[in-house]
């Protein structure tokens, strides 16, 4: 995959979706990080259909906090891991309280001392939030890196780094979105839907002739 490949499929990702963003429902960082703490296993609708009844009743820290752990549950039962979730996400509550005066914090090291925030939520965080080109890696561009060719690697990070290194600038910010969303609805797991990709000509996967 050289540099003008890249470049062309990701003019072709920006043609056919011009604005792309997460489909999480929220209206504030801090908002984006509770849904995506709750997002790590489970599916964008889950979350939203969490949120929709949780963020009208509680949308800030102090609100969250005041819940307690127990006051938090219900809202989120039907998620996975939720007992975790939920402790963890009283404990960022607490901690953005006390370290950041609530507010959500626009640094990477920050957002990864809360609890239940790792890089890859930071990521989402950074770049959702606050514009940064940063490039999440979840299962679907973990996928679509690797099997279209973009950026081939074993593992998350090794993936993360070539697409940082790799993705053109001008790019850069909704990189993340489009490769997701590419994912999620054309480039599946099990049965990638190659005839409907619009970058089907530049795409590298060896078995696209027979999807």
Known sequence: MNRAKRAAIFERLAAANPAPTTELAYDSPFELLIAVVLSAQA???SVNLATERLFPVARTPAAILALGVDGLKPFIRHIGLFNTKAANIIKTCQAL???????VPNDRAALEALPGVG?????????????APTIAVDTHVFRVANRTGLAKGKTVRIVEDKLARSVPAEFGRDAHHWLILHGRYVCTARKP????????????YRAKELA
């Open 97 to 103: 309280l006390e370290r950041h005066g609530g507010d």
């Open 43 to 45: 599916t964008d609708v």
């Open 119 to 131: 890089r890859k939520t930071a990521n989402v965080v950074l770049n959702t939030a606050f514009g």
């Open 193 to 204: 839907r190659c005839r409907e990709c619009v970058i089907r000509d530049l795409c590298e």
